[in-house]
């Protein structure tokens, strides 16, 4: 199994930045591609980020422009650098592994997740 613990969140004004950890307990980053997502009240968990294995980048139109995912494969750590916050970004966000292996085994695991506030 793999262990995700999330860290960075907090309350911030609008306009401020945060930069949210999120450290894996083993080496995987090889293998599985990392993302972060959030939820709101009220709302279903939608992505905010993603990169794979190859570094490869993905991002939803809301973080596009503010947001950058980046990852230390030597600390196994993803972080998501979030700056010009909204209250709309306001959310309890999670780190995300997941690899699909040979023969379509899944493998899909989910930190416990950090609270972000935006609000003044």
């Known amino acids: 199994q793999v262990q995700l613990v999330e860290s960075g969140g907090g309350l911030v004004q609008p306009g401020g930045s945060l930069r949210l950890s999120c450290a894996a307990s083993?080496?995987?980053?090889?293998?599985?591609?990392m993302g972060w997502y959030r939820q709101a009240p009220g709302k279903q968990r939608e992505l905010v980020a993603t990169?794979?294995?190859?570094?490869?980048?993905n991002y939803a139109d809301s973080a596009k422009g503010r947001f950058t995912i980046s990852k230390d494969d030597a600390k196994n750590t993803v972080y998501l650098q979030m700056n010009s916050l909204k209250p709309e970004d306001t959310a309890v966000y999670y780190c995300?592994?997941?690899?699909?292996?040979?023969?379509?085994?899944?493998?899909?695991?989910w930190g416990q997740g950090t609270q972000v506030t935006v609000s003044s």
């Open positions: 995300n592994a997941v690899n699909i292996g040979a023969m379509g085994s899944r493998y899909d695991y």
């Open positions: 083993r080496s995987i980053f090889s293998i599985y591609a």
């Open positions: 990169i794979t294995s190859g570094s490869r980048i």
